[in-house]
C-alpha cells in the first residue's frame, strides 16, 4: 500500500482505534449496553451532542497537530477534508435510520429491546466499513479511473433515489429474509435481547437474529453508496476512516431521538439524493473542474438544511391542516 497517501502515523491508527475500542467498552460495560432499556429522547439528545462534540474535538485535534507538524495549509486542507467527509457521511445515515425504522416496525421489536442490537449492528458495520475503505482507497490509488466510475455510480444513484423516494420496500419479498426463513428453525416470539436459544435440546434463532442480519446487510448496502462519495473528498485512508467511524458511532443516539420523528423529515430522502448526484458529479468533472473543499461542505451543508427545514415546515402546515377538518 506505498502508493497510499495519508497523513496518518502508526500512533494515530493506533490512537483512533484504541479511543473506538474504549467507547464500545463504556457503552456496553459500562452506560448499560447490556442492559435492556426503553432509550429517551433526553438520553439520546445527551449521546448525539457528545459525539458530535467528539468528532468536532477531533477535527480542532488533528488541525493542532497538522499545524505543528505539516504546517497551516495542509492543516487545513485535512480538517476540513475530515468534517466535509464526516458531514456527507452523517447525512447519508441518516438514510439508514428509515430502514431501521422499518425493520423494528416490521418486527414489532419493543423499544427496550433495539439499543442492543443497533450496538451490535455498529460493532458489524465498523469491520465492514473498514475492510471497504481499505480496499477501496487501495483499488482507487493503483486505477485512478475508479474515481470516475465511483463518480458515475453516485449519479445513477442519486437519480434513482429521487425516482424511488416514496417508495416503500416489502420487507416479506425481501430475498436475504426469504432465506433465513427457509433455512433456519425461527421461535413464533422474542426471547428478550437473545439472538438464538435451545428448545428441547435443539438449537432456534430468534426473531432477533433475523434483525440482526437485516441491520447489517442494510448497513453494508449504505456502505456502497456512502465510501465511493468520501472519495470525492479524499482519499486520505485515514480521514476516509475517522469520519466513518464518527458518524456510525452516532447514528445509534440518532436513531432514538428521530425515530418518532422519522416521518416529518419526508424530504430528506430528495434531499440526500441530491447529495449523491452534486458528489458524483463532481467526481466525473474533477479533470476540468477543482471545488474547492469548503465549496463542497457549505454546498453539501446547505442542500440537507434545506431539505430538514422544508420538511418541518410542511409537516406543521399538514398537521395543522389536518386539526381544522
Known amino acids: 500500500m506505498s502508493g497510499i497517501d495519508s ?17 464500545l467498552a463504556l457503552d456496553l460495560f459500562v452506560f448499560g449496553g447490556r442492559k435492556a432499556h426503553r432509550v429517551s429522547v433526553r438520553e439520546a439528545l445527551a449521546w448525539v451532542i457528545a459525539w458530535v462534540s467528539l468528532a468536532l474535538t477531533f477535527a480542532a485535534l488533528l488541525w493542532w497537530y497538522l499545524n505543528d507538524t505539516l504546517g497551516a495549509e495542509a492543516a487545513q486542507r485535512k480538517t476540513l477534508e475530515f468534517l ?3 458531514l456527507i457521511e452523517q447525512s447519508l445515515s441518516v438514510d439508514n435510520m428509515f430502514v431501521f425504522v422499518m425493520i423494528f416496525g416490521y418486527f414489532a421489536v419493543p423499544p427496550e429491546l433495539q439499543r442492543r442490537v443497533l450496538l451490535y449492528g455498529v460493532l458489524g458495520a465498523i469491520v465492514m466499513r473498514a475492510v471497504m475503505i481499505l480496499a477501496g482507497v487501495w483499488l482507487v490509488s493503483e486505477f485512478a479511473w475508479l474515481l470516475y466510475v465511483f463518480g458515475a455510480f453516485l449519479v445513477v444513484t442519486g437519480i434513482k433515489m429521487l ?27 422474542f426471547h428478550g435481547e437473545k439472538f438464538f436459544v435451545r428448545q428441547n435440546g435443539v438449537l432456534w434463532a430468534t426473531p432477533m437474529f433475523l434483525v440482526l442480519v437485516l441491520i447489517e446487510a442494510s448497513d ?3 456502505a456502497v453508496d456512502s465510501i465511493p462519495a468520501i472519495f470525492a473528498v479524499t482519499t486520505d485512508p485515514f480521514i476516509v476512516f475517522t469520519s466513518n467511524i464518527f458518524a456510525i458511532m452516532g447514528l445509534r443516539a440518532l436513531y432514538f431521538l428521530l425515530a418518532d420523528m422519522a416521518d416529518r423529515f419526508h424530504l430528506l430522502k430528495y434531499g440526500l439524493a441530491i447529495v449523491l448526484v452534486f458528489i458524483g458529479s463532481k467526481m466525473v468533472a474533477a479533470p476540468w473542474f477543482h471545488m474547492p473543499i469548503q465549496w463542497s461542505l457549505a454546498i453539501v451543508g446547505g442542500i440537507i438544511l434545506i431539505s430538514v427545514i422544508l420538511s418541518l415546515a410542511l409537516s406543521k402546515d399538514r398537521t395543522a391542516m389536518a386539526g381544522k377538518e
Do not use: Q
Open 7 to 23: 497523513v496518518a502515523t502508526g500512533p494515530m491508527w493506533a490512537g483512533f482505534i484504541a479511543f473506538v475500542i474504549a467507547m
Open 84 to 86: 466535509t467527509g464526516y
Open 163 to 189: 425516482i424511488f423516494a416514496e417508495h416503500e420496500p416489502d420487507l416479506e419479498k425481501n430475498p436475504l429474509l426469504r432465506w433465513l426463513r427457509g433455512h433456519l428453525r425461527i421461535t413464533g416470539s
Open 220 to 222: 453494508l448496502v449504505f
